[in-house]
């Protein structure tokens, strides 16, 4: 819940610091995440990390984050976000988009 917190609490902008604790997909730089090897458990990873946050967030008494969005939409912006950053790990790039759907009410 700390986690969420400090998502819920960021701006789009805002540099990401602290412990994180990661394993998996989520460690995989923006670089290779995308490639033909990695697209697969990327696109999965990213869609329950994002249905996580959402069901966290739903616990507060607000709705979904990207309602607006289909799964290629919210991969997309987490690809976005991996051109920016490409060396970025795909956590960083997933949560930076899920603080943009949520500060831009998509």
Not at 20 to 41: I, R
Not at 69 to 75: A, E, H, V
Not at 86 to 103: D, H, I, K
Request: glycine share 8%.
């Amino acid at each position: 819940m700390i986690a969420l917190a400090i998502i819920l609490s960021m701006s789009a902008d805002t540099p990401l610091t602290g412990v994180f604790y990661a394993a998996g997909s989520a460690n995989v730089q923006c670089a290779v995440a995308w490639n033909d090897t990695n697209a697969s458990a990327s696109s999965s990873w990213t869609l329950g990390f994002w249905s996580g946050a959402n069901a966290a967030y739903a616990s507060k008494g607000s709705g979904g984050v990207g309602a607006s969005l289909n799964s290629d939409g919210i991969i997309a912006a987490v690809k976005a976000e991996c051109v920016n950053k490409p060396n970025a790990p795909l956590l960083q790039a997933a949560t930076r988009a899920y603080v943009s759907a949520l500060n831009n009410k998509r």
